[in-house]
């Protein structure tokens, strides 16, 4: 079997590459952020929640979720599935019950009923 060994401009430019793309990855993921809603006085009047707790609701939501994979717009799924969801991705995201609840409410302020 023949073994590849890379010059050192060859390892700095692949090095170079992966940075880049993983900057890009990052871009992409934040992207989304700007796109979802965001929380406002009509929302808490609406939901009966803080409007503070709706926008660290987003703000939580973005960091966590969005760090591993795209984020879906809170209107996209109904307010009941969004639990199941939290549920299911807490413990991947390493996130507390607090936060799954703040995130849960900023989701549902604007999930389909």
Request: aromatic share 8%; proline share 4%.
């Amino acid at each position: 079997m023949k073994s590849y060994k890379l010059d050192l401009s060859s390892r700095m430019n692949f090095k170079l590459l992966i940075v880049a793309a993983l900057l890009g990855i990052m871009c992409v993921i934040y992207s989304c952020a700007p796109g979802l809603y965001i929380p406002s006085l009509a929302d808490a009047n609406k939901t009966g929640i803080n409007l503070d707790d709706l926008s660290l609701g987003r703000k939580l939501y973005v960091q966590n979720c969005g760090s591993c994979h795209g984020l879906y717009a809170p209107k996209h799924l109904r307010a009941a599935d969004w639990p199941i969801i939290l549920t299911v991705m807490q413990q991947k995201a390493k996130i507390s019950n607090s936060e799954v609840e703040v995130i849960r409410n900023y989701l549902s302020a604007q999930a389909k009923p």
